[in-house]
C-alpha cells in the first residue's frame, strides 16, 4: 500500500493545543508512532501537512497518482475547502476522513465535511488513535 497521511491546519500543534479536544500526544510522537507502524506492516508511507490550502492542493496534484489510500484530517479545510476535496478526488485514492475531536458534538460548522462524499472511512472522535484505526481499515479495503 502506499499511502499518504495528509493533514491541514493546526494539526501540527496537536500536543499543545487544547488537551481536551486533541489530547497531550505531540504531532511528531504522531508520526513516529504512524512511522512505526508502516514500517511494521510494510506500508510506503508518507507524510504532509501544511496551513496552506494552496500547498495542499499543489501538493495532491503534484503527487496524484503516487497514493492508492490517504489518511486526511483537513482540520477546519475539512468543512469548507472544496478546492481541497477537488484535488483529493483526483487522486483516485481511497480516502479515510480522520478527525481527532468528536466533530459532532462541537459548533454546528463542524458538522459538514465537504469529502464525507469521497471519503469511504471516516473516524471521528477517537483522538489520535484514529489514524491508526483509518490505516487498517484501509488496509482492509486495498484489494477493493
Known amino acids: ?3 499518504l497521511i495528509l493533514n491541514g491546519p493546526n494539526i501540527n500543534m496537536i500536543g499543545i493545543r487544547n488537551h481536551d479536544l486533541y ?14 507502524y508502516c514500517i511494521q ?3 510506503k508511507v508518507s507524510f504532509f501537512q501544511s496551513n496552506s490550502e494552496e500547498k495542499i492542493i499543489n501538493y495532491l496534484q503534484k503527487n496524484y497518482n503516487k497514493f492508492d489510500s490517504i489518511v486526511a484530517n483537513l482540520g477546519a479545510f475539512t468543512h469548507y475547502s472544496y478546492a481541497i476535496r477537488d484535488a483529493i478526488e483526483l487522486t483516485n485514492a481511497k480516502i479515510a476522513e480522520v478527525h481527532i475531536s468528536d466533530i459532532n458534538n462541537r459548533e454546528l460548522f463542524r458538522k459538514n465535511s465537504v469529502i464525507e462524499d469521497i471519503s ?7 483522538g489520535t488513535d484514529g489514524y491508526l484505526e483509518a490505516i487498517k481499515l484501509l488496509e482492509d479495503k486495498k484489494d477493493e
Open 120 to 126: 469511504s472511512i471516516r473516524i471521528i472522535g477517537k
Open 1 to 3: 500500500m502506499r499511502l
Open 23 to 36: 489530547g497531550n500526544k505531540s504531532y511528531k510522537e504522531l508520526i513516529n508512532e504512524i512511522k512505526a
Open 41 to 43: 506492516k510494510n506500508i
